[in-house]
């Protein structure tokens, strides 16, 4: 709503009160749609609009990239959105006084009322204005962004062709130069093994014979020590019937001894018989 249509109406009342009526401002800081200052935004515009707007900032890379878009969020946070002497509002304040003085308030105080409640008005929008940003400079945010990514697809690009292709050929060269090491550490290893295979199988086929060699020495000895315990068995034999035979010997020896022990004490028994009976027939 404009001022001028209310002041109309009661024009006696218009010079005093003309100071708390706010009109709608033509634009932010006197450009339309609120855009601000180019310079302070770091954009100089084409002639083709918004949407060709570039920026003026020298190339960033990738940590730089976030850091700047965070500065310009910040930066237009901090921006007013429109000056507080030309914020526009949403009903007639002349109309508010009018209101106030018919319901009985006089004139200074409806204006103080009125005042108040504009610096109300105007400390909420700013408070909620903080944490907002407009669609323009949304969009304007968002192009620069957009622009800096395109720039750090180039370079990556660019990186790709030269510094890349560099790194590629050194990895090509490191891969050949892998796989090179990687055949002969495997010839060395299946020749390692095949040597140790070889000298495994001779180590064995060495045991076997020195295992069967010691089988024939053990069988020769066994055949040895049979043969030793038989001579024995033999030599034992011979030695019991030599002496069965000496003691038969012996005691036939013995037994012969005993009879003529007995004939020689028979023959003396009688004979002192003898005599005695001579003796005593002589005496008789």
């Not at 323009?136 to 890349?164: G, P, R, W, Y």
């Amino acid at each position: 709503m404009d001022g001028g249509s209310v002041a109309g109406e009661r024009p006696k009342r218009q010079s005093g009160r003309r100071r708390l009526l706010l009109l709608l401002p033509a634009g932010r800081c006197g450009s339309p749609g609120g855009l601000g200052d180019p310079a302070r935004s770091g954009l100089s515009p084409r002639p083709g609009g918004l949407g060709a707007l570039r920026p003026r900032l020298p190339f960033l890379s990738i940590p730089e990239l976030s850091l700047s878009a965070r500065c310009l969020q910040l930066e237009h946070k901090r921006t007013d959105f429109t000056a507080s002497g030309n914020r526009k509002l949403y009903f007639d304040t002349h109309a508010f006084v009018c209101l106030l003085e018919e319901n009985g308030f006089t004139t200074q105080q409806a204006e103080i009322i009125v005042s108040a409640l504009v610096k109300i008005t105007e400390a909420n929008t700013d408070i909620v204005y903080k944490d907002m940003v407009t669609k323009v400079q949304q969009e304007i945010t968002l192009q620069q962004i957009m622009s800096k990514i395109a720039n750090v697809k180039k370079d990556m690009i660019i990186l790709e062709k030269s510094e890349f292709s560099a790194l590629r050929a050194e990895n090509e060269k490191i891969k050949l130069e892998l796989h090179q090491l990687k055949q002969q550490v495997t010839d060395e290893v299946i020749k390692v093994r095949t040597d140790t295979k070889l000298d495994f199988n001779l180590e064995k086929s060495r045991v076997k014979e020195l295992y069967s060699l010691n089988e024939r020495k053990l069988l020769e000895l066994r055949t040895e020590i049979v043969e030793l315990h038989a001579q024995q068995d033999r030599a034992l034999t011979q030695t019991d019937r030599k002496i069965e035979t000496e003691v038969a010997g012996l005691k036939t020896m013995l037994e012969a001894h005993k009879l003529d022990t007995i004939k020689y004490l028979a023959g003396s028994v009688f004979t002192c018989l003898t005599v005695a009976l001579g003796f005593y027939r002589l005496w008789v």
